[in-house]
């Protein structure tokens, strides 16, 4: 796994929902699939097999795979087109950040005064100045919440007969600023030093979406990290007993992307404990344990498959549930015979669309360690 940061050279649009006609505006962070999507692209226009019009024998269009052995093999992409579909892009956030958790509250009338990690305790006030906290979305790094920087661009559209601004086409634009830098993984590949820019999102054809690639030699946690986080949480956290039960070992679970669940996620509820049953066949990690507590939001998504024909490139829609969720379990097994359970679940991800950064979690991620900060 290698660490990636992307530093804008100009403006970036990631699409999002557009709450209004003439105004666009973008995702704060960019979701692994917009990277794949890129580096398909960058791929794509260098290759001189490619056929914007011939699908491969599986009926795709751009898709990337190897053309011809003999002339592909003389290619600098010849590695990525040989593995790109087992190549692992996880999302990356502005400057390191990660999305706030669902657990956590935030000071009311101070962004900087730290989190407070309620999943264990409920603490109703601020740590440093004692006013009120509230839930929060976002993103924090170091105890403090995050703001991705963004500026408005105004656009109009042209006329092709008379040339001039077409009645009806001035939109507006909140992009992302240039000079941002964005971090995040790739697993899979070593070739990355293929590129040195990027274009990313929409609008790249306008300026938009331009960043240059610098590779960083930091990786991510390893087995001996993800043992030490358990046994120090549950120090922490001492016995406790949920539903009249007390467990061994708790787990927290902090999703940190977006999660399409692998089954029928919107289905009919009736109580609390068939809302955890249903989550305990979400997360599927292969050992016996009980869902405690979720802090979760979902969504209803319908995105775009550009390797479909033109005419058809809309996708099913699917449930999401929000980066940000949290859930804790408790189980009595020993932690020497999951421990390779769950390292594969923080290494492989969960649920559905994982190559493309969907469903990445933390094992007893660090907040729950310290109370927020």
Known sequence: MIKVKLNLISPLIVGARNLVGNFLTTKDYIPGDVIRAAIAREILRNCPLHDVGRPDKDGRYNWIYIRDGEKCSRCKYK??????????????????????????????????????????????????????VEFATGYYKDGKMVDVPKRFFTRTAIDPYTKTARDGGLYSILAIEEGSTFEGYVDGTNDLEEFKTLRIGADTSSGFGKCEIEICSEGAGNEVDLIERIEKLNKIVGKRQ???????????????SDMIPDIDYNIPLKTTDDYKELWKKILNLGFQYDVIKVYSESNLYRGYDTSKPTDDMREKPSVYIEKGSVVLIGTNEDIDGIKDKLYSAEKSGIGQNTANGYGNVKICDKIHLNGGN
């Open 242 to 256: 949920y539903g009249g039960k007390t467990y061994k070992t708790l787990i927290t679970l902090d999703f940190y």
């Open 79 to 132: 590695g990525w087109c040989s593995n790109f579909s087992n190549i692992r892009f996880y999302n990356f956030y502005y400057d390191g950040a990660r999305p706030f958790p669902l657990s956590a509250m935030k000071c009311k009338y101070h962004n900087d005064h730290g989190l407070v990690d309620v999943l264990f305790n409920k603490k109703s006030e601020c740590p440093r100045c004692k006013e009120r």
